[in-house]
């Protein structure tokens, strides 16, 4: 990273917060391939939690210091740098942002995502119109909050590049659904991308998903039929260019076909998928089960 006096770092998307909504925006946009950090320091109503009961997955709940573990785990597999740090305040630059961090340093970001529950002060600078915090009076003194509101359903607000994956308006504050609100606001943020690159509108929200390979027919085996299923969705008035129209045809016709893998991959992926959870559980208590099982 940079020091204050540097050149400020640059990322496509910067996320503040760590906890289940920014986790999970991060993981979207991270496999996407945009540059992503996510600062994760401050308070967290998360961390108040005694023990997570309900969310899916873990049949006798979780401790909230393994959740974070693995939390933080997949986003960093994904691609993400996890900083420990507070960012004190996000200002315009250009057309992106600069997050002043409690440590001194900045950096730049294409787009950031707010993903805190209770502090939202560093967002004061972009608030230009005087419209993301609303006043409550709490014991006959008035309070300035920030607007749940502000953001629309899928997280986007009135300041472009400027995302809310916090609980918004009807979204529920359990980790489980709010985790689910972090990742619909991380596929927005890669459309949103995506079509900054040229993508058609019917092309740039992604599905990112595996499939298994004897689910392709011979048909969309081919690459060429992925092509022309590119074309079906460019508009007439498109301003692309032949060379970037070409490049992002090939490109969605060779992601098409990634997304599946063979018996063999799956198999693979779910021996490393159990070694990565293992890594996070405690010894003792998996020689307890084994002992007990006689496994």
């Known amino acids: 990273m940079s020091t204050a006096d ?19 925006a991060g993981v979207f946009t991270a496999r996407e391939g945009l540059d992503t950090v996510i600062f994760d320091r401050g308070r967290s109503s998360l961390r108040r939690c005694a023990h997570l009961e309900n969310y899916l997955g873990f049949p006798g709940g979780i401790d909230v210091e393994t959740f974070y573990a693995l939390a933080h785990d997949h986003a960093e597999e994904a691609g993400c740098d996890v900083v420990e740090d507070l960012v004190e305040s996000v200002e315009r630059a250009g057309d992106g942002f600069v997050l002043e961090r409690q440590s001194g340093e900045r950096v730049r970001a294409t787009r950031v995502v707010a993903a805190t529950r209770y502090d939202a002060d560093y967002l004061r600078p972009l608030d230009d119109a005087g419209e993301m915090y609303e006043t409550h009076e709490h014991g006959g003194e008035e309070h300035e909050h920030f607007d749940r509101t502000y953001a629309d359903g899928d997280g986007r607000t009135p300041v472009d590049g400027l995302y809310v994956a916090s609980p918004v308006e009807e979204w529920s504050t359990q980790a489980l659904a709010v985790a689910g609100f972090g990742a619909l606001v991380g596929g927005h943020v890669v459309g949103d991308a995506r079509r900054d690159r040229g993508y058609p509108e019917g092309l740039a929200e992604r599905v990112d998903w595996l499939r298994r390979e004897a689910a392709l027919d011979e048909e969309w085996a081919d690459p060429d039929r992925w092509r022309e299923y590119f074309d079906e969705h460019v508009p007439e008035d498109h301003d692309l260019s ?4 070409a490049a992002l045809r090939d490109a969605e016709a060779s992601d098409r076909l990634d997304r599946y893998v063979d018996e063999e991959t799956v198999e693979r992926r779910r021996r490393e998928a159990h070694d990565r959870i293992l890594e996070h559980l405690d010894d003792e208590r998996i020689r307890a089960y084994l002992d007990r099982t006689g496994d």
Request: charged share 20%; glycine share 18%; aromatic share 4%.
């Open 242 to 245: 032949d060379e970037q129209l």
């Open 6 to 24: 540097s050149e400020p770092a640059e990322w496509d998307v910067a996320v503040v917060g760590g906890g289940p909504a920014g986790c999970s």
